[in-house]
C-alpha cells in the first residue's frame, strides 16, 4: 500500500550559537545561548512529516560516529522508518555550524561528510521504499546524481514528486519535467530560472518560467509576504501568519515536509498551503532546527485561533 513519504535527503548535527548580531568577515564575537541539535534539510523535513503523524521513511547516508549514532536514535524516537538509512564507516556524519541573531536571522557553514557520498546505487538499492511510498520530498543538498535517481525512479513506481530546490543549483530539464510540486524561495526560483539572485524579476514571472520548463505546479515562498501558487489552470497567494520570529533556521523545512503530508493527505492546494504556512511561522518562534518543529495538535490550535 502506497502510504508513506518518502524524504531523500542528508542529515546534519547542528552547533548553534546564538548572538546580538552575526559577524563581518574577520570579527569574533562573544556570543550567548549554544545548543547542538538534529538538522540536515532531509532529516529536518523527515521529522516535521512524524511530528504531523504521517508514517516517514527517511533515506540518507549517516557516519558511523557518536554524532551519527545520536540521529538515527532520534529518528527512531520520532517514529521514523530507518531501515533505509545507510551507516558510512568511512566518513563523518555531517555537521552544520550556525549563528543566529536577536532579530532570527542566520548564517550557516556546512560540512557534509558522509551526506556527500550519498549514490545513485543507494537510491536504487531503496526501491522498495519507492513502491511504499505515495510521495516523495527531496532538497538539494545532496548530490545531484541521487536527486536524478530519485526522481526518475518516483516516476517509474507512480510516486508524487515535491522538490524543494535548496540550497538553489540550477537542474536539468529531464529533472524539473518530472516534478510534480516545486517549492522554491524567491532567489532559489530566480537561480533555477537562469537569473542572479539581485535580478528585479516578479515570482509570479518567476514561476511561469518554472512551469515552462515543465513543473506541473511551482509554489514560491515568500517569507513574510506569504505564498504564490501557479499551475496550468490558476495561480493565487497565501498571506503568512505574523508571528514573534526567533530562529528561521528550519522554517522551510517544516513548510515543505508539512505541506508533504497535507497533498498526501488529500486536502486541496489551497488549504494545504496554509497548513504549511501554520507549521513554518511556528517554527521561527523557537531557536534550532528540529526542536523547534510543531506537532499536529499545536498547528491545528494556531490555525483554530486565526481562522
Known sequence: ??????????????????????????????????????????????????????????????????????????????????SFIIRDAEHHSGIALIFVDKKGENMIAV???????????????????????????LQLEIPLEPVEASVFLAKEEGTRVILNPAPAQPLPQSVLENVDILVPNETEAKILSGFPPDE?????????????KGVKRVIITLGSKGSLYVDENEQFEVPAFKVESVDTTAAGDSFCGALAVAISEGKGIREAIRFASACAAISTTRLGAQPSLPRREEVEEFLRQRS
Open 1 to 82: 500500500m502506497k502510504d508513506r513519504i518518502l524524504v531523500v535527503g542528508p542529515s546534519n548535527t547542528d552547533m548553534i550559537i546564538k548572538l546580538e548580531r552575526l559577524p563581518t568577515p574577520g570579527e569574533t564575537i562573544i556570543g550567548g545561548e549554544f545548543a547542538t541539535a538534529g538538522g540536515g534539510k532531509g532529516a529536518n523535513q523527515a521529522v516535521q512529516c512524524a511530528r504531523l503523524g504521517a508514517p516517514v521513511i527517511l533515506l540518507a547516508r549517516i557516519g558511523k560516529d557518536p554524532f551519527g549514532d545520536r540521529s538515527v536514535e532520534q529518528f527512531q524516537m520520532e517514529g521514523i522508518d530507518t
Open 111 to 137: 560540512a557534509p561528510g558522509s551526506n556527500s557520498f550519498l549514490s545513485k546505487a543507494d537510491v536504487e538499492m531503496a526501491r522498495e521504499a519507492f513502491k511504499i511510498s505515495s510521495t516523495l520530498l
Open 200 to 212: 528585479d524579476i516578479s515570482p509570479l514571472e518567476l514561476a511561469k518560467m518554472l512551469r515552462a
